[in-house]
């Protein structure tokens, strides 16, 4: 990382400029049973975005968390055992307490620079999003542009088809429920079957005269989602070079809550390029001259209860732009490609 504090040594905490090293920026899952892991994955998030040397912070986080005796929840009382199979159980915050006191001291000692402060934010906390947590999804007026139960898992006289399934998503991501006058700008889409999930993304990015329409690729993440750092005169995001750059990144990052964050963050160049600034009132809503230009909306399919009797729903969730604006960004600034990418992988959540 260049230009953010490189070179400067403090006393407790060196925010100095260490070697750019592979961070699980779409990662990682807590696992409560593993405190150690959850904490190293939150020090190497804070030393990826502001290149500090945190091995002070990682030897008194590990010789606290080597005198905690791990809670037992069979020894709780009976009624806070109740809970039906499948059920999951968040984390305990042993762990979470232990690294806040330990950055709390050593912020104490060597205060954090005030150019560091927002990407510190955005990689150290949570990415349970209130705005979006504020909103539940709306249900979708038209099902039936939905995948059936049967063209997923298919039949014996009829396979499921993975391209027909994604098409089929393709098509309500990008078209369905989209105003004549707007346009997906990235989208997420998640359906189920009893053994098995399907996501589909898209996103738009910089490309040449040469790139596809449409591309299919690695999807560009980033570690957080949260809106408050759009109150900082920048926010941490990867840096790609000029011609290669995404619209947005798939939100990452670390939560206790599932569904609870948008799942593409805006990219920096909304703000500093586009003129695009996020409504006063709500950062999922953005303007340009006062006028709306984009917003994030979420959309679910009818609420289907799995073998085990937990309710699930499909999400569509995605930015729209106003298709006069994004046309009038391509002439002067394109040209841009749509990318996308399918997933398929066996789900235990009903076992």
Known sequence: MQGYEAGR???????????????????PEIRFVDLHHSAESS???????TSANLDQVRSAVADRL???????FDAEPWPARIRCSGDTRCSPLQGDLILDEVFDECLSASPLP?????????????????????????????PSKWPSEEELRGTNQKPANPSTIR??????????????????????VQVFTWCEDFIFRLWWEEGSVESKE???????????GRTFAFGFDDWWEPHLERGERPMTFAVGGHQRLGLCFPEF????????EFGWQPADDNPLVWLVGGRLVAHYERIHAVPRFTQSGHPRQSLLARWVVKRSAWESLA?????????????????????
């Open 214 to 224: 449409v591309s299919s690729g690695s999807c560009p993440t980033t570690m957080s």
């Open 9 to 27: 040594r403090l006393n407790l905490m060196q925010w100095i400029a260490t070697p750019e090293k592979e961070t699980a920026a779409d990662t």
């Open 66 to 72: 080597l005198q905690t005796v791990p809670e037992d």
């Open 167 to 188: 098409q089929k998503l393709f098509l309500l991501a990008t078209q369905h429920a989209v105003a004549e006058d707007e346009m997906a700008f990235a989208a997420r």
């Open 331 to 351: 002439e002067a600034r394109g040209p841009f490609r749509m990318c996308d990418d399918f997933q398929r992988f066996p789900s235990n959540v009903e076992h």
């Open 43 to 49: 020090i190497e998030r804070v030393e990826h975005v």
């Open 114 to 142: 005030s150019s560091l402060q927002g990407f510190f934010a955005q990689a150290y906390l949570g990415t349970e999003e209130p705005w979006i947590l504020r909103a539940s999804p709306v249900p979708d007026e038209d």
């Open 265 to 272: 963050m805006p990219a920096r160049l909304w703000r500093s």
